[in-house]
Structures are given as C-alpha cells and as structure tokens.
C-alpha cells in the first residue's frame, strides 16, 4: 500500500501560479504510476494529469494542457503539479492518487482510471 500527503494549496490571484507536492510512503514509488484529480465546488471529481511510474511520460486533461505540467522525483517519493495562468474555473480541491503499474497499464491511467489510492487532497482557491 501507498499513502498520499498532498501539500502547496492555497488562495492566488488569476493568472499566479502554485505548485502542489504529493509525499508518497513506501519503498516502491516507480511501481506507481501517479495521477491528479480535482473536484470544484457542487461537481463531480475530474481527471487533471497523470505520470508514468518511471517518469518521463505525461498526459493532462484538455482544460489544462499548456498550464499546468506534472512531474515527479522518485528518488523524493514525490509527485508534483505545477500550475500556470490559474482561472478561477481551476478552483478546486485537489487530490493525487496512485495507480499499481502491475495492474493498471498507461493506457488506463493516461486517462484517470485506475487509481486505488487516495490523498486527502488540498485547496486550491482563484480570485478572480
């Protein structure tokens, strides 16, 4: 099992930036591939962007794709989401998760599915 400690939420101004880290336990991060999800106020729960387990390929939601990047450092057991030109339709509280990559192929997880463990997630707030 994985657990998931998001931090880097917080109130910005439209058009600032945030970068939200997500602390992974465990010995075995790389056998993860990684996902951010959120769900904004009174909506359902949507995909943002996902990372491959060994690093180095990515996929972000439409709504997002030249804002906001993903990343990880498996040496820190740490998943990031770096966020550009924030709007207030970003608001949001924020969630990673962790796909086991024995059980749930790219192909999946590209795409948000997968995903067994949760964060508690984090606020992310834009004033417009």
């Known amino acids: 099992q994985v657990q998931l400690v998001e931090s880097g939420g917080g109130l910005v101004q439209a058009g600032g930036s945030l970068r939200l880290s997500c602390a992974a336990s465990?010995?075995?991060?790389?056998?993860?591939?990684m996902g951010w999800f959120r769900q904004p106020p009174g909506k359902e729960r949507e995909f943002v962007a996902a990372i491959r387990g060994s690093g180095g390929t990515t996929n972000c939601a439409d709504s997002v794709k030249g804002r906001f990047t993903i990343s990880r450092d498996n040496a820190k057991n740490t998943v990031y989401l770096q966020m550009n030109t924030l709007k207030p339709e970003d608001t949001a509280v924020y969630s990673c998760?962790?796909?086991?990559?024995?059980?749930?192929?790219?192909?999946?997880?590209?795409?948000?599915?997968?995903?067994?463990?949760w964060g508690q997630g984090t606020q992310v707030t834009v004033s417009s």
């Open positions: 465990g010995r075995t991060f790389n056998n993860y591939h």
């Open positions: 998760a962790a796909a086991p990559s024995i059980a749930t192929g790219w192909a999946s997880a590209r795409s948000g599915y997968g995903y067994n463990y």
